[in-house]
């Protein structure tokens, strides 16, 4: 079993910068992708970012690109989301996912390829 665990999340005004991180635990680590997805309220859970674990290869949002990063270190078993110029539209309860079991092909941003999830965190942008 893998525990992924999420913090960084918080109250910012527009403009201003976060980092998020995912902490895995339990079971040998070692994933296929990582994932960062969000849910606003009111709103179904939408794609963010996501990584290659092995190459390091990075797929994006359209919204996010240039604003977000995602990277990974992998002798911490943690998974980051740098976020810049938030905007009042980026406020949503974020979460990571890893994917243990597809290897190759499939979408980066199908959250049913991912089997585990962290608990979330809140990230609320003010305008």
């Known amino acids: 079993q893998v525990q992924l665990v999420e913090s960084g999340g918080g109250l910012v005004q527009a403009g201003a910068s976060l980092r998020l991180s995912c902490g895995a635990s339990?079971?040998?680590?070692?994933?296929?992708?990582m994932g960062w997805f969000r849910q606003a309220q009111g709103k179904g859970q939408e794609f963010v970012a996501a990584?290659?674990?092995?190459?390091?290869?990075?797929f994006y949002k359209d919204s996010v690109k240039g604003r977000f990063t995602i990277s990974r270190d992998g002798a911490k078993n943690m998974v980051y989301l740098q976020m810049n110029s938030l905007k009042p539209e980026d406020t949503a309860v974020y979460f990571c996912?890893?994917?243990?079991?597809?290897?190759?092909?499939?979408?980066?941003?199908?959250?049913?390829?991912?089997?585990?999830w962290g608990q979330g965190t809140q990230v609320t942008v003010s305008s």
């Open positions: 990584i290659n674990w092995r190459d390091g290869s990075t």
């Open positions: 339990g079971r040998t680590f070692s994933p296929y992708r």
């Open positions: 996912a890893a994917d243990l079991d597809t290897p190759f092909g499939g979408a980066y941003a199908d959250r049913y390829l991912y089997d585990y």
